[in-house]
Protein backbone atom coordinates (compact mmCIF):
# COMPACT_ATOMS: atom_id res chain seq x y z
CA UNK A 1 0.00 0.00 0.00
CA UNK A 2 0.86 3.74 0.13
CA UNK A 3 4.18 4.31 2.46
CA UNK A 4 5.77 0.75 2.02
CA UNK A 5 7.87 -0.34 -1.17
CA UNK A 6 5.67 -2.85 -3.61
CA UNK A 7 8.49 -5.08 -4.07
CA UNK A 8 8.23 -4.84 -7.94
CA UNK A 9 12.17 -6.21 -7.66
CA UNK A 10 13.47 -2.92 -9.08
CA UNK A 11 16.47 -1.50 -7.23
CA UNK A 12 15.91 2.05 -5.63
CA UNK A 13 12.23 1.54 -5.30
CA UNK A 14 10.67 4.56 -3.25
CA UNK A 15 8.38 4.21 -0.54
CA UNK A 16 6.97 7.09 -1.20
CA UNK A 17 5.45 9.25 1.91
CA UNK A 18 2.90 8.98 3.95
CA UNK A 19 3.11 9.45 7.88
CA UNK A 20 2.21 8.02 10.46
CA UNK A 21 -2.01 9.07 10.75
CA UNK A 22 -1.51 9.38 14.85
CA UNK A 23 0.48 11.84 13.64
CA UNK A 24 -1.47 13.83 11.63
CA UNK A 25 -2.18 17.38 12.46
CA UNK A 26 -5.71 18.91 11.73
CA UNK A 27 -3.86 20.51 8.40
CA UNK A 28 -2.21 17.33 7.84
CA UNK A 29 -5.98 15.83 7.74
CA UNK A 30 -7.42 18.97 5.31
CA UNK A 31 -4.66 18.64 2.91
CA UNK A 32 -4.36 14.96 2.65
CA UNK A 33 -8.29 14.84 1.34
CA UNK A 34 -6.79 16.72 -1.60
CA UNK A 35 -3.73 14.65 -2.23
CA UNK A 36 -0.87 16.86 -0.71
CA UNK A 37 0.80 16.25 2.25
CA UNK A 38 1.42 12.80 0.85
CA UNK A 39 3.65 11.04 -2.37
CA UNK A 40 3.45 7.73 -4.10
CA UNK A 41 4.95 6.04 -7.42
CA UNK A 42 2.89 5.34 -10.37
CA UNK A 43 3.03 1.59 -9.23
CA UNK A 44 1.62 2.67 -5.66
CA UNK A 45 -1.25 4.53 -7.61
CA UNK A 46 -1.34 1.44 -10.18
CA UNK A 47 -2.01 -0.56 -7.28
CA UNK A 48 -4.49 0.98 -5.29
CA UNK A 49 -6.70 1.66 -8.59
CA UNK A 50 -5.99 -2.10 -9.33
CA UNK A 51 -7.68 -2.97 -6.06
CA UNK A 52 -10.87 -1.15 -6.94
CA UNK A 53 -10.49 -3.07 -10.03
CA UNK A 54 -10.34 -6.49 -8.72
CA UNK A 55 -13.37 -5.87 -6.27
CA UNK A 56 -11.14 -4.75 -3.04
CA UNK A 57 -8.22 -7.17 -2.92
CA UNK A 58 -4.68 -5.14 -3.58
CA UNK A 59 -2.59 -7.72 -5.69
CA UNK A 60 1.30 -7.62 -5.92
CA UNK A 61 2.35 -6.77 -8.85
CA UNK A 62 4.43 -8.32 -11.22
CA UNK A 63 7.37 -6.81 -13.96
CA UNK A 64 7.46 -9.59 -15.92
CA UNK A 65 4.80 -12.26 -16.62
CA UNK A 66 6.65 -15.63 -18.08
CA UNK A 67 9.82 -16.00 -19.77
CA UNK A 68 10.11 -17.99 -23.06
CA UNK A 69 12.87 -20.40 -24.56
CA UNK A 70 13.52 -20.31 -28.18
CA UNK A 71 11.10 -22.37 -29.38
CA UNK A 72 8.10 -20.02 -27.22
CA UNK A 73 7.98 -22.53 -24.75
CA UNK A 74 7.21 -21.72 -20.99
CA UNK A 75 10.11 -21.81 -18.52
CA UNK A 76 9.26 -19.77 -16.12
CA UNK A 77 5.64 -18.31 -15.08
CA UNK A 78 5.01 -16.00 -12.16
CA UNK A 79 1.82 -15.59 -10.39
CA UNK A 80 0.37 -12.51 -8.90
CA UNK A 81 -0.43 -13.38 -5.72
CA UNK A 82 -3.84 -11.23 -3.46
CA UNK A 83 -1.64 -9.45 -0.20
CA UNK A 84 -4.86 -8.45 1.27
CA UNK A 85 -8.57 -7.50 0.97
CA UNK A 86 -8.31 -3.81 1.69
CA UNK A 87 -12.15 -2.90 0.97
CA UNK A 88 -15.37 -4.83 0.31
CA UNK A 89 -16.98 -5.71 -3.08
CA UNK A 90 -19.76 -3.34 -2.32
CA UNK A 91 -17.34 -0.18 -1.83
CA UNK A 92 -15.44 -1.24 -4.85
CA UNK A 93 -18.32 -1.66 -7.38
CA UNK A 94 -19.59 2.12 -6.11
CA UNK A 95 -16.09 3.32 -6.82
CA UNK A 96 -15.92 1.62 -10.36
CA UNK A 97 -19.43 3.53 -10.56
CA UNK A 98 -18.04 6.63 -9.20
CA UNK A 99 -14.53 6.72 -11.18
CA UNK A 100 -16.79 6.16 -14.51
CA UNK A 101 -18.53 8.84 -14.26
CA UNK A 102 -15.33 10.72 -14.54
CA UNK A 103 -14.78 9.65 -17.83
CA UNK A 104 -18.28 11.15 -18.60
CA UNK A 105 -19.54 14.24 -20.50
CA UNK A 106 -18.87 17.16 -18.15
CA UNK A 107 -16.46 14.86 -16.11
CA UNK A 108 -12.79 16.02 -15.29
CA UNK A 109 -11.83 12.86 -17.16
CA UNK A 110 -13.56 13.05 -20.53
CA UNK A 111 -10.85 13.37 -22.78
CA UNK A 112 -9.86 9.89 -21.18
CA UNK A 113 -13.48 8.22 -22.79
CA UNK A 114 -12.79 4.98 -25.15
CA UNK A 115 -14.59 4.01 -28.17
CA UNK A 116 -16.57 1.09 -27.47
CA UNK A 117 -15.50 -0.06 -24.46
CA UNK A 118 -16.53 1.22 -20.69
CA UNK A 119 -13.64 2.78 -18.69
CA UNK A 120 -12.98 4.12 -15.25
CA UNK A 121 -10.43 6.12 -13.91
CA UNK A 122 -9.09 9.90 -12.25
CA UNK A 123 -7.44 12.36 -13.59
CA UNK A 124 -4.26 14.13 -11.43
CA UNK A 125 -3.17 17.68 -10.87
CA UNK A 126 -0.19 17.72 -8.35
CA UNK A 127 1.76 21.20 -7.50
CA UNK A 128 5.61 20.07 -7.10
CA UNK A 129 7.84 20.45 -3.72
CA UNK A 130 9.84 23.00 -4.00
CA UNK A 131 12.80 21.70 -2.20
CA UNK A 132 14.25 25.20 -0.91
CA UNK A 133 11.31 26.83 0.17
CA UNK A 134 9.72 23.23 1.91
CA UNK A 135 6.43 24.43 0.10
CA UNK A 136 4.69 23.80 -2.92
CA UNK A 137 5.36 25.54 -6.70
CA UNK A 138 3.18 27.66 -7.79
CA UNK A 139 4.23 27.08 -11.64
CA UNK A 140 5.17 23.86 -11.70
CA UNK A 141 2.89 20.59 -11.33
CA UNK A 142 2.97 17.02 -12.25
CA UNK A 143 -0.44 15.81 -14.78
CA UNK A 144 -1.62 12.31 -14.21
CA UNK A 145 -4.36 10.12 -15.18
CA UNK A 146 -5.20 6.01 -13.71
CA UNK A 147 -7.56 4.34 -15.37
CA UNK A 148 -8.89 0.58 -16.28
CA UNK A 149 -10.77 -0.92 -18.67
CA UNK A 150 -13.30 -2.41 -19.42
CA UNK A 151 -15.38 -1.76 -16.50
CA UNK A 152 -17.39 -4.92 -16.49
CA UNK A 153 -14.63 -7.24 -16.79
CA UNK A 154 -11.23 -5.16 -16.28
CA UNK A 155 -8.63 -6.62 -18.80
CA UNK A 156 -5.92 -3.52 -18.41
CA UNK A 157 -4.99 -0.57 -16.37
CA UNK A 158 -2.67 2.40 -17.38
CA UNK A 159 -1.04 4.88 -15.68
CA UNK A 160 -0.04 7.95 -17.33
CA UNK A 161 2.20 10.39 -15.60
CA UNK A 162 3.56 13.75 -17.10
CA UNK A 163 6.40 15.52 -15.39
CA UNK A 164 6.08 19.59 -16.00
CA UNK A 165 3.87 19.45 -18.76
CA UNK A 166 4.45 22.62 -20.79
CA UNK A 167 0.69 23.19 -23.03
CA UNK A 168 -1.52 23.19 -19.38
CA UNK A 169 -1.30 21.00 -16.34
CA UNK A 170 -4.23 19.86 -16.04
CA UNK A 171 -4.43 15.79 -15.76
CA UNK A 172 -7.63 15.62 -17.68
CA UNK A 173 -6.20 18.04 -20.46
CA UNK A 174 -2.79 16.52 -21.19
CA UNK A 175 -3.00 12.80 -19.06
CA UNK A 176 -6.39 11.58 -20.03
CA UNK A 177 -5.77 11.78 -23.90
CA UNK A 178 -2.45 9.84 -23.30
CA UNK A 179 -4.36 7.24 -21.92
CA UNK A 180 -7.36 7.04 -24.06
CA UNK A 181 -4.58 6.39 -26.91
CA UNK A 182 -2.60 3.65 -25.12
CA UNK A 183 -5.91 2.05 -23.72
CA UNK A 184 -7.98 2.27 -26.45
CA UNK A 185 -5.27 0.43 -29.28
CA UNK A 186 -3.87 -1.87 -26.15
CA UNK A 187 -7.81 -3.27 -25.98
CA UNK A 188 -7.57 -3.75 -29.75
CA UNK A 189 -4.25 -5.38 -29.84
CA UNK A 190 -5.24 -7.65 -27.20
CA UNK A 191 -8.65 -8.63 -29.24
CA UNK A 192 -10.90 -7.79 -26.47
CA UNK A 193 -14.40 -7.81 -27.75
CA UNK A 194 -16.24 -4.37 -27.89
CA UNK A 195 -18.89 -3.50 -25.24
CA UNK A 196 -22.45 -2.78 -26.44
CA UNK A 197 -22.70 1.37 -26.71
CA UNK A 198 -26.00 1.13 -23.95
CA UNK A 199 -23.63 -0.70 -21.07
CA UNK A 200 -24.57 1.25 -18.27
CA UNK A 201 -25.80 4.15 -20.24
CA UNK A 202 -21.82 5.68 -19.21
CA UNK A 203 -19.03 6.35 -21.07
CA UNK A 204 -19.16 3.69 -23.81
CA UNK A 205 -18.52 5.99 -27.29
CA UNK A 206 -18.78 4.85 -31.20
CA UNK A 207 -17.03 4.36 -34.25
CA UNK A 208 -17.09 6.60 -36.93
CA UNK A 209 -17.09 4.66 -40.25
CA UNK A 210 -14.05 2.79 -39.06
CA UNK A 211 -15.29 -0.80 -39.52
CA UNK A 212 -14.22 -4.31 -37.69
CA UNK A 213 -11.89 -4.18 -34.38
CA UNK A 214 -9.48 -6.65 -36.32
CA UNK A 215 -8.36 -3.64 -38.20
CA UNK A 216 -4.80 -2.04 -36.82
CA UNK A 217 -5.10 -0.21 -33.87
CA UNK A 218 -3.22 3.01 -35.48
CA UNK A 219 -6.24 3.62 -37.55
CA UNK A 220 -8.50 3.53 -34.41
CA UNK A 221 -9.89 6.97 -33.81
CA UNK A 222 -12.69 7.39 -30.93
CA UNK A 223 -15.46 9.93 -31.39
CA UNK A 224 -16.41 10.50 -27.73
CA UNK A 225 -19.93 10.12 -25.95
CA UNK A 226 -22.06 8.82 -28.25
CA UNK A 227 -25.70 10.79 -28.84
CA UNK A 228 -23.98 13.55 -26.79
CA UNK A 229 -21.85 13.81 -30.04
CA UNK A 230 -24.42 16.03 -32.15
CA UNK A 231 -25.27 17.81 -29.07
CA UNK A 232 -21.66 19.62 -29.65
CA UNK A 233 -20.51 23.01 -31.49
CA UNK A 234 -18.70 22.82 -34.40
CA UNK A 235 -17.45 26.31 -34.10
CA UNK A 236 -15.42 27.33 -31.80
CA UNK A 237 -17.86 28.17 -28.68
CA UNK A 238 -18.32 31.25 -26.48
CA UNK A 239 -16.41 30.15 -23.05
CA UNK A 240 -16.58 33.28 -21.32
CA UNK A 241 -17.69 32.67 -17.74
CA UNK A 242 -17.83 29.01 -17.88
CA UNK A 243 -15.67 27.23 -15.37
CA UNK A 244 -12.87 25.15 -16.66
CA UNK A 245 -14.45 21.75 -16.85
CA UNK A 246 -17.52 23.30 -18.31
CA UNK A 247 -15.43 24.74 -21.07
CA UNK A 248 -13.81 21.69 -21.67
CA UNK A 249 -17.46 19.79 -21.99
CA UNK A 250 -17.82 22.31 -24.38
CA UNK A 251 -14.70 21.57 -26.54
CA UNK A 252 -15.19 17.96 -26.87
CA UNK A 253 -15.43 18.33 -30.61
CA UNK A 254 -12.27 20.06 -30.29
CA UNK A 255 -9.01 17.60 -31.82
CA UNK A 256 -6.05 20.19 -31.54
CA UNK A 257 -3.65 21.33 -28.24
CA UNK A 258 -5.28 23.24 -25.43
CA UNK A 259 -3.37 25.56 -23.35
CA UNK A 260 -4.72 26.92 -20.09
CA UNK A 261 -3.82 29.58 -17.88
CA UNK A 262 -4.67 30.06 -14.24
CA UNK A 263 -7.59 28.99 -12.03
CA UNK A 264 -11.37 30.03 -11.80
CA UNK A 265 -13.61 30.73 -14.69
CA UNK A 266 -12.67 31.72 -18.37
CA UNK A 267 -12.11 35.31 -18.89
CA UNK A 268 -10.09 35.11 -22.48
CA UNK A 269 -9.93 32.79 -25.28
CA UNK A 270 -7.98 32.17 -28.15
CA UNK A 271 -9.13 32.24 -31.03
CA UNK A 272 -12.20 34.17 -30.61
CA UNK A 273 -15.91 32.32 -30.85
CA UNK A 274 -17.24 31.43 -34.34
CA UNK A 275 -14.14 30.19 -35.53
CA UNK A 276 -15.02 26.64 -37.51
CA UNK A 277 -13.10 24.06 -35.21
CA UNK A 278 -11.81 22.01 -37.81
CA UNK A 279 -9.40 24.85 -38.83
CA UNK A 280 -8.37 25.41 -35.30
CA UNK A 281 -5.05 23.72 -33.91
CA UNK A 282 -4.69 24.94 -30.64
CA UNK A 283 -6.71 26.84 -28.16
CA UNK A 284 -5.82 28.82 -25.46
CA UNK A 285 -7.83 29.66 -22.51
CA UNK A 286 -7.00 32.23 -19.84
CA UNK A 287 -9.05 31.57 -16.44
CA UNK A 288 -9.19 33.67 -13.26
CA UNK A 289 -10.88 33.26 -10.07
CA UNK A 290 -14.38 34.90 -9.69
Given amino acids: GFGAPTELGLPGETAGLV ?27 AMALGAVANDGLLMQPLLIKEVLDAQGRVVRRNNSRVVRRVISVATAERLKDLLADVLTPGGTGARAALAQYQAAGKTGTAQKINHKSGGYEDDSYTASFVGFAPVAD ?3 LVVVVINEPQKGYYGGVVAA ?7 QQTLHALQVPPEKTQNKGKNVATLDSIG ?8 LQPVAYGQRQNNQPTVMPDLTGLSLRAALDRLQNFTGSLDIHGSGRVVGQNPEPGR ?15
Fill in 19 to 45: RPPDKWTPVDLAAASFGQSLSVSATQL
Fill in 154 to 156: PKI
Fill in 177 to 183: PAFRRIA
Fill in 212 to 219: SPSQSPVT
Fill in 276 to 290: NLSTISSCSLILAAD
